[in-house]
């Protein structure tokens, strides 16, 4: 049998935290492994969706870009948002998904500035995808702190 990294870490939080945390007599060192532990947790929910989340967040930007594209004044803007709305991920490595990512949003960032300076009919319009984007991926993001019990 070959356990998955999460089913492996998340081993390693139940023990920290029911077998060896309860044996140590000190506040610091309970402390330090409550919160050595709490991270093996996260670490181990990450571990399943980090790739699913990044791909799905460059993907609903880039559906963003293409609308936005056809929309805003800004004509270097414009050229831009619709080359990013063509680009693809080319590999699902975190790492990599990293990358297109961090550079999607610095271009979510410019549209956002752009839409909520608008005057145009539709900006407000725009401004509410580009919100409900960023609720979505908060959300997509959260963690959930496991139960001891």
Known sequence: MKPEVDTALSGFFVTLMTEIAPQLGGEYSTGSVGLIGMSIAMAAQEYDRAADIRFRENEGMRALFAEA????????LAKRLLDAATTKDTSLKV????????????????LQTSVETSKSSWAPALDEKI???L?????GRRLVFPALG
């Open 135 to 139: 609720v979505d991926a908060m959300e």
């Open 131 to 133: 919100w409900a984007f």
């Open 69 to 76: 594209g056809k929309l805003v004044e800004d004509k270097a």
């Open 95 to 110: 790492s990599a998904l990293n990358v297109s990512n961090d550079a999607l949003k610095t271009l979510l960032i410019e």
